[in-house]
């Protein structure tokens, strides 16, 4: 069989176009960062990491912190500590048993930082100790 320069290029150009395809299959269908394996960025009080991402919000935007504080209000998507960090928990953690006024550890992914409110959003949080 004779190949000549033009089927060549051809079956390159597909060739490619399969892997490429393949490639960008699975980078955006990869499944989504767990919060449990991931390392930390920050571990300090939820006051000291309130005051560092107010100084620098983008700096924050997507590291995984480990915050210490007070809770002082719960509803049914998750919890706020020290009055200014909303914490949405994870879809698998039960947060019936966390009280208002109880000082507790959690972890999650910084998502951003409200100026208005001066309210720092933490997504996917797992609580660590109670």
């Known amino acids: 069989m004779i190949w000549s320069k033009r089927n060549k290029t051809f079956l390159f150009v597909v060739v490619l176009a399969i892997g490429t395809m393949y490639g960008a299959y699975q980078y955006i269908f990869q499944p989504p960062k767990t919060i449990t394996n991931s390392t930390i960025d920050f571990n ?53 048993n966390i009280q208002q006024n109880q000082t507790i550890t959690t972890k999650g992914f910084v998502i951003g930082f409200d100026d208005l ?14």
């Open 117 to 130: 409110l001066n309210e720092l959003k933490l997504n996917q949080c797992i609580i660590l100790t109670n």
């Open 44 to 96: 300090g009080s939820a006051s000291s990491l309130l005051s560092e991402v107010t100084q620098n919000p983008t700096q924050w935007q997507n590291k995984i912190v480990s915050i210490t504080g007070k809770i002082t209000s719960v509803d049914s998507q998750g919890f706020i500590l020290e009055e200014n960090i909303f914490c949405q928990v994870d879809t698998t953690i039960n947060i019936k």
